[in-house]
Each structure stands twice: as C-alpha cells, then as structure tokens.
C-alpha cells in the first residue's frame, strides 16, 4: 500500500499547483481576483461586488487544471469595516479541491490619504481523489484503482494591505493550520499543507486624465525556498478599456485585456504562453473575469 500511497501524493502535487512545493492556484489577472488572495481586501471599495474567475490551465493536456470561484465583498455602511465570502473548485484530472471561505477587515487611517486593512479569514475545504478514474500502466497493485478518497479540513488566512488612490502594498498568508491530508493514512506529514504567502504592491501613474499606467508584482509561494514571482504592466483608457502584459518566472508570458461598462460591469480575458518544456504539450492557458459593481456607500 505505500506503493499507492507514494503515487496518490505525487498526483496531489501535481494537481495543486503549477510548480512543486505550490498547492494554491494561480491568478494570471491578480490585481482584480485580489479579494480571494487577500482577506483584507473586504471593504476598501466604496460599494459591493460580485466577482467571478474561469481558470482553463494548459489546454490540450488530457484533464488540465480547471480553476473557478465566486466572490462577494464590501463594506461596513457606517463603520471602518468591511466582509466577503467565496467559494471555489480547483480540480486537476482525478484530484479536485473545494472550499468555501468567509472574511472579515478592519480598516484603520495611517495618513490623510493612506489607510491600512487588516483581515482573517475562515475556510472550509474539502480534497477528494478518485482513484478510479487513474489509467496506469502498471497495475501490478489493482488497489490504486479503487481508491476514492474524501477529507474534509477547517484553514484559516490572515491579511494586511496598506493603500491610497496611487498605490497598494498587500501581504498575506493562507493554509495557517497546517492540517495534514489524512486520505492516504498519512502518519509522517507528507501530505500536510504549506503555508502559503502572497506579496502584492502597484502603483497607479495618470500619464494625462484619459491615461493610467499601473506596474504591479505578486511575489507568492511557500518561504524561504519555493517562492515564485508575477509582473505585469497594465494600461487603462478613461477607465473604460485596459490592456497589459505579464510574464510568471520560469512558467510563461501573458497578454491581458478588459473592459468596464460605466464602471459597474467589468469583463477581463487572460492568455498565458508557456515558457516551459510543457509549451509543447499544451495550447495555452485561458482565464476569464467577469464582475459588477452595485450598492455604493456614500
């Protein structure tokens, strides 16, 4: 059975992330998917949103990763605080993870013109393995074909973000529990989860009142040795039509677009080229983000 056990785990690692020691999804559009990497994005937007994002990773792979979530979050009416929830599903062939998690920030003046957020949240994650739906070409242990395996885990994650009207800094950590993934018998911990750390920062330049240029960086992963970055340099037209370029360390380059409708509905389409040796593999990587704006706090 620890035949079973080795190769299950190997499964797990490659269907939570796209590096090894990465066992959170990826976000190509990050500077508008920020709520569900940052808790303490609750309610430092004047007005409540629904967003939502459609990760197809790798496509052309035989069952790539799928990632999709829901988000909804604003602000306190009368007080400095804000609150959200999201639920998610990020399923990779015969492995699949599901949660649903709540937030909540509270929000504090630094300056005139800077405020600082700080958030926790609580999660709800469910990690299922369907063994039944593996092919391999070994099956000298017909076992592993057997195994349909379902935990289910409390997490917890924890955020602070520093912003003004020209910029933001976030930073935050999710998986804090550490819980272990007991669907194989594990007893040495080698399924337990990482804790997870995500660094954001942009900055927002009006070049003229119809034109904003806004570098930004995410520098994620598990510290000190699996860390991973993200950069992208986004243009905007009178608030109206974006457009930007990425590049993920190691993994490949991206070309970003959008649209926002009076500010109220906005559309986001992502297409990541590889820069790996999976580009030969694999067509590409497709997200897609759709989101609206409604009840403005004055």
């Not at 796209?18 to 609750?42: E, K, R, S």
């Not at 990760?55 to 069952?63: A, E, I, N, P, S």
């Amino acid at each position: 059975m620890k035949r079973v056990q080795c190769i299950l785990f190997l499964i797990v690692l490659a269907g939570t992330g796209g590096v090894l020691g990465q066992q959170m999804p990826h976000y190509t559009q990050y500077m508008f998917n920020d709520f569900v990497i940052n808790p303490a994005i609750a309610g430092i937007y004047d007005y409540y949103q629904i967003r939502t994002n459609h990760r197809f990773q790798w496509v052309g792979l035989v069952d790539p990763p799928v990632t999709n979530s829901i988000a909804f979050y604003g602000p306190h009416a009368r007080m400095d605080m804000g609150y959200g929830g999201y639920v998610y599903n990020d399923v990779t062939g015969p492995t699949s993870r599901t949660g649903i998690t709540g937030s909540y920030a509270y929000h504090i003046g630094i300056t005139r013109d800077i405020r600082l957020s700080m958030g926790i949240s609580a999660s709800i994650m469910q990690f299922r393995i369907d063994g039944t739906q593996l092919n391999p070409k070994d099956v000298s242990d017909e076992r592993i074909l057997q195994v349909v395996s379902t935990t289910y885990l409390p997490d917890a994650g924890i955020g602070l973000y520093l912003y003004a009207d020209e910029f933001y800094v976030g930073l935050s950590a999710a998986q804090l529990l550490n819980n272990n993934l007991k669907i194989f018998d594990d007893r040495n911990g080698l399924n337990r989860l990482k804790t997870h750390i995500n660094l954001t920062g942009a900055y927002r330049w009006e070049v003229d009142p119809d034109w904003i240029l806004e570098p930004s960086v995410m520098v994620k992963g598990t510290a000190p040795k699996e860390l991973s970055f993200d950069i992208t340099a986004r243009t905007e037209w009178k608030r109206t039509v974006w457009a930007a370029v990425s590049y993920r360390f190691h993994e490949s380059v991206g070309i970003l677009m959008g649209y926002s409708y009076q500010e109220m509905l906005f559309f986001g389409y992502a297409y990541d080229i590889g820069t790996s040796d999976l580009r030969k593999y694999n067509t590409g990587t497709h997200e897609i983000m759709i989101g609206y704006r409604f009840n403005d706090i004055k």
